[in-house]
């Protein structure tokens, strides 16, 4: 009869982790920051404050020396006239702020002031940002051109990105996002994500001041070494990218609702492992 040795559990912790050089440990907590996508609401009067459900960096919390080596990279921002402090951490080099559709009202005065109600010091720091698809027959009239002044509203701005399909069973419009979540490129019916691309150009073409929007065409190819199509430029050297969204963890390779929860899904899109 053979006899076999039991197997041992394979090992849940580097308990020899603490011995390391200190430099080594350094360099081990930075290569564990990643990109996030952080959702962020402002509440008007009598709030007056910004408020975000995605969870701080775990790095923050794991031990001291974690915490702080993270806030040498995360600073607390998004503070308000009436609440200075901000509370919400965030990487301005790896984050993208992502700026839900929230409310009966939309995109209101509040997304279109947003640049100017958040302290200058948080709204400085934004490289990325990202906003919903408002589809036509729920828009309001004014949110065309308070979206186009929320993205605008960041002087530093260097990617602009808009969520044209969800995998959440309620649509941002019905309640916003919550938690983590992941913005990827969609993939699947090109000519209906090109559509609303187009739309979306042509709403800009006609509610923003001609001073204000450098009109572009929508990219139905990528140049080479690109990779996304359906873009356009509204700004110079900024282009508005199409984007899907997902809960953080999700498994990559479900059909997601296009078009932000329009009376029905307006097909499906699978994105890219």
Known sequence: MEITSPTAPPPTAFSLFPYLPTELRLHIWRLSLSPRVVTLTYRPAPLEQCFSPTPPPAILSACQESRDEALRFYRRTFGTKAHPEGRIYFHP???????????????????????????????????????????????????????????????????????????????????????????????????????????????????VPMEEFVEGKVVEEPGEGEDEWGRFEIDTGLELVPKAKI??????????????GIGGAMGSVIYAS
């Open 247 to 260: 809960r953080g963890g999700q498994h990559r390779g479900v059909g997601m609702s296009m078009g932000m």
């Open 93 to 207: 080099a790896l984050d993208v702020l992502y700026v839900p559709r929230t409310g009966m009202m939309g995109y209101s005065d509040a997304a279109r002031d947003f640049g100017t109600v958040v302290l200058s010091s948080g709204a400085d720091l934004i490289r990325k940002v990202a906003v919903d698809y408002v589809n036509p027959e729920i828009r309001r009239p004014w949110e065309v051109y308070s979206k186009f002044c929320l993205i605008r509203g960041f002087p530093n701005l260097k990617e602009a990105y808009l969520v044209i399909a969800s995998s959440d069973s309620q649509p941002p419009q019905q309640g916003g996002a919550a938690g983590d979540v992941e913005l990827i490129d969609p993939r699947g019916n090109k000519e209906e994500i090109m559509g609303i691309m187009e739309r979306v150009r042509e709403s800009f073409r006609h509610e």
